[in-house]
């Protein structure tokens, strides 16, 4: 084989990255994977756009690209569930190696594709689905191979990051997304990264990959940012805490694995509270390598094709050699996960209440009915409208425990209201 | 083949941990492989001390182990020179893949025991070399195979910047040096460490690997701790700095390569700044990727038996296959070193002055002569001895520029002395 020659399915962001790569550094590329790379074809929704390819490599039909008799390797970059899910299905039946950024379809549909994969000997890779241009994937799979992993939490939505790091410094979320958009961290429709949607497809592959637990992202406890004030994070701060959107797993002694997104307060010491912006990290505990964190740029285009290169470098490369894929790895008994109600963590709650004798004695007894610590409390002066703000961080107790507690709080005759329940993190 | 036979050279901290490993995790490490890994023989200096492994598995002579025929795989681990390099070739000759955790045989080495290993179609792998536990050496060689890495910058040894972290807090050097002793993170013979030779090994194998330079240790720049004052830390901090042992490589723009090692005033906002204590960190840039950080563990028995274990499984797993050894790549033309005398940077100068009048116009003579801007000072009242300190901050000078005016600076008749030079990076 001389040359290995790429159908590239979406030419947006990514795809245009990876396209101009592919010729911009045809040495460089090459060099690695012993062998010339060739993008052959392309998918694009529009054939009018100015693009890095000649108009005869260019078609609107993406199977006709999946499925070309003249391309050895396919590279999915359209995003989201369909048709991505069916070209990559089409393209591996088709018997040619998959390369792809797409999370949303390895989150819900991963396990099936790797198996079709290893069906028809050949390869999937993604390393740019989580973390974009941060070596992860093949980290976690290979360089961590000798650890049981313990513990790892991730900031892997940068636009989550970028306006919780402006809401830190003051800014309303409305305020903070509005200047993300600008600077392109955000997309016109954000629901999926304020919902912590994108957060959890991404943490299902981790979780799959560093803890070998059966799931789809609907199994996963996921809460967004929306509803988040800047008073929260002030808070925090007075605490020494920062406020951070965190994709969390965790083994838990029994062997069954813990696993959520939502925001949560992380000890301002933490390497993690340091990734500010736009960026990700994933810190990661293993029993032998103990704590290992990876930060860099979680998104962009040319991030994200260093990642979707390194793959399309590593499959030309068996490619040329002609080396049969690997058989995929026995990763032993699948962890179950451990229900939502279960997980014991620290929590913050902060009340509005009536500013009456007797407020905080009832508050405190509805945390001891349900066995919760009190940790710390901030207690300010009643505003003009006579209402006081208690600010409570507790010690750790189950989920069913702090959501019970949450609901006698809100029906207590001096609560006006709970105005947010925001859990807690630990340095270890 | 049902087992690969595993042939230890080395039980120390880190061989210890290795073959504690390999019997206690063997269901995760043989599952990692696709093949059971079996500790056959080791080779120890002492008989008589109590080992994870039978007596008739030891024997004093490595070369035996080294070159035995019922060893499929060696692995590495008494570390310096010789008789680590002539066991290597040894093995490497017999047709034996090697592991191995050897920064100084590889730095010093490393080129031709490769050409050894492709010569005889087998691997020789370095994972825990440089960073410990920390994924380096496979993310630089193949996850960021796309780019042109074009800076990176290291905290690679763990005992330099435990003692610079302690001595950021007002402790001497000393005091710090025993502290770091008595906590099992220095050495009795702190020779290497203080002096940045294992740094500078270390940077060695990494410029190889990110910038096709070819080098030996000998070649780079090298200035060790020794002599530093924590005034100096203070005085750097006043400013915004904060002092690490660096080890720096930066691709110039003729692709001529700069590779240095020494203390480095660092902006605190940089990553690298908040790597605290025993910690090591490898911060790379590459052009599509942009800034990536490696964080974690530097050394220890565990972390770095974690790395070892990686490379164990990888080749485990590829004699299990009956996969041939990939032939090198083509890492297309060498880059030259940049000489030391042409590398610009910034400076830190701390000077005991006499306290008379035309002190500052003498000094700032003498570097507006050899065209050193000047970015800020601090001038102190002077103490009870009547010598005043000058602390000077310089904008980007060509190292031979710095060093004709540090010379000139101690000829001021003014001058009592040049306390310290102290080179300073930016942020970016």
Chains 1, 2 share one sequence.
Not at 339 to 363: E, K, N, W
Request: hydrophobic share 45%; with cysteine; aromatic share 4%.
């Amino acid at each position: 084989m001389k040359t290995v020659r790429i159908g590239l399915l979406g030419v947006g962001t990514v795809g245009h990255a990876v396209a101009r790569a592919l010729l911009e550094r045809h040495d460089v590329l090459s060099r690695a994977a012993g062998v010339s790379l060739h993008l052959q074809r392309a998918a694009v929704r529009d054939l009018t756009r100015p693009r890095p390819l000649a108009r005869e490599q260019l078609t609107t039909d993406p199977m006709a690209v999946a499925t070309a008799s003249d391309v050895d390797l396919v590279v999915e970059l359209i995003g989201g569930e369909e048709p991505a899910r069916a070209l990559m299905t089409a393209a591996l039946a088709a018997g040619k190696p998959v390369v792809t950024a797409n999370k949303r379809v390895l989150a819900w549909h991963g396990p099936q594709l790797a198996k079709l994969a290893a069906q028809r000997g050949v390869e999937l890779r993604c390393e740019a689905a989580v973390g974009g241009g941060i070596p992860l994937i093949a980290p976690l799979t290979d360089d961590l191979a000798a650890n049981r992993i313990t513990e790892l939490r991730a900031i892997i939505n940068g636009t989550c990051n970028y306006v919780l790091t402006r809401m830190a410094q003051g800014e309303t979320l409305a305020d903070a997304l509005a200047k993300a958009q600008e600077a392109g961290y955000a997309e016109a429709d954000p629901k999926d990264d304020l919902e912590g949607v994108d957060a959890a497809d991404k943490l299902c592959i981790l979780v799959r990959l560093a803890f070998n637990a059966a799931c789809t992202p609907a199994q996963l406890h996921r809460q967004g940012i929306r509803g988040l004030d800047p008073k929260d994070l002030a808070y925090g701060r007075e605490l020494g805490y920062v406020l951070k959107l965190l994709a969390i797993a965790r083994r838990g002694p029994g062997g069954a694995v813990e696993a959520r997104v939502h925001p949560a307060f992380l000890p301002a010491d933490h390497p993690l509270a340091r990734i500010d912006g736009a960026q990700n990290a994933v810190h990661v505990v293993g029993d032998l390598c103990g704590p290992v964190m990876f930060s860099g740029l979680g998104a962009g285009g040319d991030a994200t094709a260093s990642a979707v290169l390194a793959d399309v470098v590593q499959v030309a490369r068996r490619l040329a050699l002609g080396d049969p894929v690997a058989p995929p790895r026995d990763s032993g008994p699948e962890a179950p996960l451990l229900p939502m109600s279960q997980v014991s963590t620290r929590c913050y709650f902060r009340l509005a209440v009536d500013d009456v004798p007797g407020v905080f004695a009832q508050i405190t007894k509805v945390l001891a009915t349900h066995e919760i610590g009190l940790a710390s409390v901030i207690q300010r002066e009643p505003g003009k409208l006579g209402a006081a703000e208690v600010v409570l961080f507790t010690y750790a107790a189950p989920e069913s425990a702090l959501a019970a507690a949450e609901a006698e709080l809100a029906q207590l005759s001096s609560t006006r209201s709970v105005l947010a329940r925001i859990r807690v993190e630990s340095s270890k």
